[in-house]
Structures are given as structure tokens and as C-alpha cells.
């Protein structure tokens, strides 16, 4: 049996990029069996209600329950790649909150500005998942990933998206490469 679990979800609640409300992603991962479902919106947690209640409400439907991971994709002002961050327990959920909170303070309403450092201060607990970009700049992925490697974080990934566009093939292999050489680094 294979599991399969779809995470780095954008519901409508990441404005302009979006477009799903996250009761219909509940529904839409009930209905083809996956084993989770992981929302993680733009510097907000702010669809985690719904998607809960979704789940909860027994008259909507719901077959199968996925298990619902709860997180939030970091955007940084600071040139630091895009991060899925998951918390593993309550505590590191709180620290999630705050590090929003801390980015959303320092911005104009509606915005949150982070930067690396902040996410050095609340990363106890928290999985954690580097989102290259299209263009892939291995420099700067093997920095974050090393400095991600000094955390207290739980857990620390490099994402491989697939983005359909006729070069997929070569673009795994580049970022497969990339990760065998963090790890390495890691390892010496």
C-alpha cells in the first residue's frame, strides 16, 4: 500500500495564489484517500479552523478522515528561500504563532515581514521544508539548508516540485544533487 500525503497546500486564504477554500481540500482529500493533507498558507495560519471543522462535521459528508498537518509557508524578506514550517507538538505550534506574530508586527496591515533570524529564534519542534524556486540557486539552498542544520528544528527537507514545464527530469536530478551534498556536509 502506498501512502501518500500532499503537503504545502495553498488554500484562498494566501491571496493570489490560492484559489481552494480549505473546507473543499478536506473534501477533495477524503475523497481520494490520502493518507494527509498538509495546508500550509503564506505567513498566516488563519485556515486551520475551517479545515478542522471540516473534519469535525460529520454531516458534511467526510468518508475518510486524512490526517490534517497544520503549518504555515514562510516568506522571508531577506532572500531566504520560501520554508514549509509543521509543528510536532503544541508547543512548537505556539512558537509557530509567534514568529507570525512577531513578522506581522513589524509590517503594514495584511503583511508579515520575516526574516531568517526570526525563524532561528522559534524553531524548536518545528519540521521544516525548503521550497527552491524554479530557478534553482544551489548556493543559496545549501546555505539555508546548513543554516537550517543548526536548529533546534525537529526535522529539515528540501522540497522537489514538480512544475510541468518539459525540463522536470533534469530539475530532480540538480536538486537530488543538492541534497546528497547537504547531507555529505552534514555527515563530515
Known amino acids: 500500500m502506498t501512502v501518500y ?6 488554500t484562498n486564504f494566501s491571496f493570489l495564489r490560492g484559489a481552494s477554500h480549505p473546507q473543499e481540500y478536506v473534501h477533495k482529500a477524503s475523497r481520494y484517500g490520502l ?9 498566516t ?16 459528508n467526510v468518508r475518510y478522515n486524512p490526517k490534517l498537518l497544520v503549518g504555515s509557508r514562510l516568506v522571508f524578506s531577506d532572500g531566504t528561500p520560501d520554508i ?3 509543528p510536532c507538538d503544541r508547543a512548537a ?4 504563532c509567534r514568529l507570525l506574530s512577531k513578522g506581522k508586527l513589524r509590517a503594514g496591515k495584511g503583511e508579515c515581514l520575516l526574516q531568517f533570524d526570526d525563524l532561528a529564534e522559534f524553531s524548536e519542534g518545528l519540521l521544516l521544508v525548503v521550497m527552491p524556486s524554479y530557478r534553482i540557486e544551489a548556493k543559496t539552498i545549501l546555505r539555508t ?8 528544528a525537529e526535522g529539515i527537507w528540501l522540497a522537489a516540485t514538480m512544475f510541468f514545464h518539459g525540463d522536470d527530469k533534469r530539475r530532480m536530478g540538480r ?3 543538492i541534497a546528497v551534498t547537504a547531507s555529505t556536509d552534514r555527515d563530515e
Open 5 to 10: 500525503a500532499e503537503i504545502g497546500v495553498t
Open 35 to 43: 493518507y494527509a493533507i498538509g495546508i500550509a498558507d503564506h505567513n
Open 45 to 60: 495560519l488563519a485556515c486551520v479552523f475551517r479545515a478542522y471543522a471540516e473534519l469535525g462535521n460529520k454531516s458534511r
Open 84 to 86: 514549509l514550517a509543521y
Open 93 to 96: 505550534y505556539g512558537r509557530l
Open 145 to 152: 539548508l546548513d543554516a537550517l542544520s543548526k536548529l533546534a
Open 175 to 177: 536538486l537530488d544533487r
